[in-house]
């Protein structure tokens, strides 16, 4: 049998810093970043919320429940 030499976080973690970083981009606050981060990491979205630049309106998804994939 041949193991990974991936950890098993690994894909999570990696999720959450390319969310971070994009979310941190938007002029959004640290606790804000973190939260939607996390989010996004685990269910794979991060639901709509509000940034400072220009208040806009976001969704970053990956494959949560109710997108089409496809589109």
């Known amino acids: 049998?041949?193991?990974?030499?991936t950890?098993?976080?690994w894909r999570v973690?990696?999720?959450w810093q390319w969310?971070?970083?994009?979310i941190?981009?938007?002029?959004c606050s640290h606790a804000i970043a973190c939260y939607r981060a996390?989010?996004?990491s685990l269910l794979g979205c991060t639901g709509y919320f509000f940034c400072n630049k220009g208040l806009l309106k976001?969704?970053?998804y990956r494959s949560c429940r109710g997108h089409d994939s496809s589109a």
Do not use: C, W
């Open 24 to 27: 941190k981009r938007l002029e």
């Open 7 to 9: 950890p098993p976080g």
């Open 19 to 22: 969310a971070y970083r994009r």
């Open 58 to 60: 976001v969704h970053l």
């Open 38 to 40: 996390t989010r996004y």
């Open 13 to 15: 973690a990696r999720h």
């Open 1 to 5: 049998m041949i193991q990974s030499s």
